[in-house]
């Protein structure tokens, strides 16, 4: 089986602007979940979609948002972007829940 | 709030020798903890995990020990290999949701031949 896709895999954008990452889960796997890594705060949970809902949350504010569609494929969105954003940005998939998490490569994103 | 403190932060072994990396976690309907190997520039390689109504658990040169009444797990690495030099990460469910995962900061393991 293929493993968690993520594009794209290098981003730099300017700060005001949104960005928006993709993530394509294992094949049959229907939850994912987001993770936003840096260098001082370490792994932190974003959200997690299971069958297009959002099942949990993280201590993010509202620029950080996400949705899935029906195929488990997901994206987040983080609008208006500061250079605090700076980071990389996991998705994991899992089959049901609860259940393993497997992680992708990450999406690394500079803002200027 | 959750909580998962790891110990060491750095860890110098050299090959052959045995590694250990220490998790305490604080919230209690934690049930699920998995540990996970980084290497530069690739995310998160799931390694081993456990399930809180098991000790222990031993997968060839890994193997993890949880202790749910003191709060802790940790990992073990045996016979240590170059290949094993990495970021290792330990997780704890928050509650009882293996999809919300709370980290570790991180062990920075250097396995020297």
């Known amino acids: 089986k293929a493993g968690v896709t993520q594009t794209p895999r290098y981003l730099i954008k300017t700060r005001g602007q949104q960005v928006t990452l993709s993530c394509s889960p294992i094949s049959g796997h229907r939850s994912v979940s987001w993770y936003q890594q840096t260098p001082g705060q370490g792994l932190q949970f974003l959200f997690e979609y299971f069958s297009e809902t959002q099942r949990n949350k993280g201590n993010f504010p509202g620029r950080f948002s996400g949705r899935q569609f029906s195929n488990s494929r997901s994206e987040m969105n983080v609008s208006t972007l500061e250079l605090g954003d700076s980071a990389l940005y996991l998705c994991?998939?899992?089959?049901?829940?609860?259940?393993?998490?497997?992680f992708g490569p990450g999406t690394r994103l500079t803002v200027l | 709030g959750e909580n998962v403190e790891q110990h060491p932060s750095t860890l110098s072994v050299q090959e052959g020798d045995s590694a250990v990396i220490k998790c305490t976690y604080s919230?209690?309907?934690?049930?699920?903890f998995p540990w996970y190997k980084q290497e530069l520039g690739k995310g998160p390689q799931l390694i081993i995990d456990i399930r809180s109504n098991v000790g222990e658990k031993k997968d060839q040169r890994i193997a993890v020990t949880l202790n749910k009444t003191a709060k802790h797990f940790s990992l073990h690495i045996t016979e240590t290999q170059p290949e094993d030099s990495a970021v290792y990460f330990c997780a704890a469910s928050i509650g009882d949701s293996w999809g919300k995962l709370q980290f570790g900061a991180g062990t920075q393991v250097v396995v020297t031949p």
């Open positions: 994991a998939s899992s089959s049901t829940g609860p259940d393993t998490q497997y």
């Open positions: 919230d209690s309907a934690s049930n699920y």
